[in-house]
C-alpha cells in the first residue's frame, strides 16, 4: 500500500493529485493538504468527478514543522510531495526527517527575503536523509526536472560526449490577459528579474537580466523570441555533468509580458522588500501578485501548446551530432483531462511519475538526489505513457548562436 501526502493546492498540485488518482495501482490513497482547505477540497471534487477516485484534504501551514510531521504520520503517507512554494522546501524536508518519510520536489529552496534560489541549503540535507535511510528527489518539474532527464538520455543513449547543450523552453500559449504569468507569480517574477547566468568552459558567466534575444521556430508553435536565463536546472547539470563546455537556458517570452514587467520593475512593484504604505509594512511583489490573475483561473481560457525540450551537441561514434529531444504538450487537452493549463500539466505529471518511481522502488538510494543521478529509462517510458510524449530528432546543425 502506497499512500502519498501532496502538500500545495495550486495548479501543480492539482494536475498531480489528478494523475495520481488516475494511477491507483501506485497511489493506494491520497491526501491533498495546503493552507487553504476550501482549495483541496475543489480538486477533490473535480477528482472524484474526473477519475471516480475519492482523496482526503486536510488544512496545514507546511511552515509548522511540527504540525507537518502529525499530519505526515496521521495519513501513513510513506513520500511526501511538496507542491507548495520554493519557501516551504526546508520546512518540509525538515518534517519528512520527523516523521521518517521520503520527500520530493519541483523547486528548490528560495529565502524569501532575497531573490536567490539555489541547492546549496537542500544539498546540505544529504547526510541526515543518508543517515535516515532515506530518498529526498528534488527538481522534479519539467524544468528542473524532464530537461535534466533529457539530458541524461541523451548521455546514455545517444551521445558518447555532449559538448555543449541548450535548454529552450517555450510557452506559446494565449490567455488573453494582456499580463499574467502561468505559474505563481510571486516565484515566475522573482525568476526572470534576476540576471542571467549561463555554464561556460568550467565557470558561470552572467550577464543583464533578458538582454540577450534569439529567435527559435518551435515545432507547432511557430518563430519565438526567446531570451538568456538563469534557471534551477542549470546549477545540478553543471554539478554532474561539469564536462560540458557551454549550458544554457532559454525562455521564450512575449512583447506584452515584457512591457509590463518593464514598467511594473521601473516603477518599484517587483520589490521584494518591505515598503511602508498607510501605516503598515507591504512587500509590492507581494501586493501585485493578488493583483494579477490566479494562474488556476488561466486553465479554462488559455489556448495553444508549450515546447519544453533540449538541444545538445557532441560526438557519437567519433562523429559530431547535434540530438534534440522535446515535448509539446497543449492548453486545451491539458485543462479537459485535468482541469488546468499546460504550465501547470507539465509540472504536475513528473511530479506525480517521480512519486510512483519511488514509491515502486524503481528509483531508490538514501540521501538527497538530483534528476541527473538517476536512471532516465523508466522516467522516460511513463512521460510517453502518462501524457508527455517526447521526440528525438537529429539537427543538421548545432544551434547558429
Ligand atoms: P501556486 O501558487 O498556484 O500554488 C501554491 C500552493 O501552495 C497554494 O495552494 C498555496 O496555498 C500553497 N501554500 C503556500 N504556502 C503554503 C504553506 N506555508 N503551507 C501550505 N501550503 C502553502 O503555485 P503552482 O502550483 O504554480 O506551483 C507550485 C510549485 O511548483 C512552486 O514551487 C513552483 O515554483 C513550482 N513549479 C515548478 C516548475 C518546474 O517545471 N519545475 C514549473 C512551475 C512551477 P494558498 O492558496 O493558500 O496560497
Known sequence: MSKVLVIGAGGVGSVCVHKMAMNTGVFSHITLASRTKSKCDAI?????????????????????????TALIAA???????NLALP?????????????????????????????????????????????????????????????????????KHLLDRIDTLDILDCNGGDHGHPFATNFNPEINIREVTAPSRHWENGQWVEGPPLAHKQVFDFDQVG????????????ESLARFYPDIKRIRFWMTFGASYLKHLEVLTNVGMTRIDPVMFEGREIIPLQFLKALLPEPASLGPVTRGKTNIGTIA????????????????????????????????????????IGAALMLTGQWSGAGVFNMEQLDPDPFMDMLNRQGLPWRVRDLPAPLAF
Open 44 to 68: 477533490a471534487a473535480s477528482v472524484l468527478a474526473k477519475t471516480g477516485v475519492a482523496i482526503d484534504t486536510a488544512a496545514l501551514d507546511a511552515d509548522d514543522v511540527a504540525a507537518t
Open 313 to 352: 551537441t557532441g560526438l557519437k561514434d567519433g562523429v559530431q551530432k547535434t540530438v534534440y529531444i522535446n515535448n509539446v504538450c497543449d492548453h486545451e487537452a491539458a485543462y479537459a483531462e485535468t482541469g488546468s493549463q499546460a504550465v501547470s500539466y507539465t509540472t504536475g505529471v513528473p511530479a506525480m
Open 87 to 155: 519557501y516551504q522546501d526546508l520546512n518540509i524536508m525538515e518534517a519528512c526527517l520527523s516523521a521518517g518519510v521520503s520527500y520530493l520536489d519541483t523547486a528548490n529552496y528560495e529565502p524569501r527575503d532575497q531573490a536567490k534560489f539555489e541547492y546549496s541549503w537542500q544539498w546540505a540535507y544529504q547526510e541526515r536523509f543518508e543517515k535516515a535511510g532515506l530518498m529526498a528527489l528534488l527538481g522534479c518539474g519539467f524544468d528542473p526536472g524532464v530537461t535534466s532527464v533529457f539530458t541524461t538520455y541523451t548521455k
Open 75 to 81: 495519513t501513513g503517507a510513506k513520500l511526501v510531495v
Open 223 to 234: 518563430p519565438r523570441d526567446m531570451y538568456l536565463m538563469y534557471h534551477e536546472e542549470l
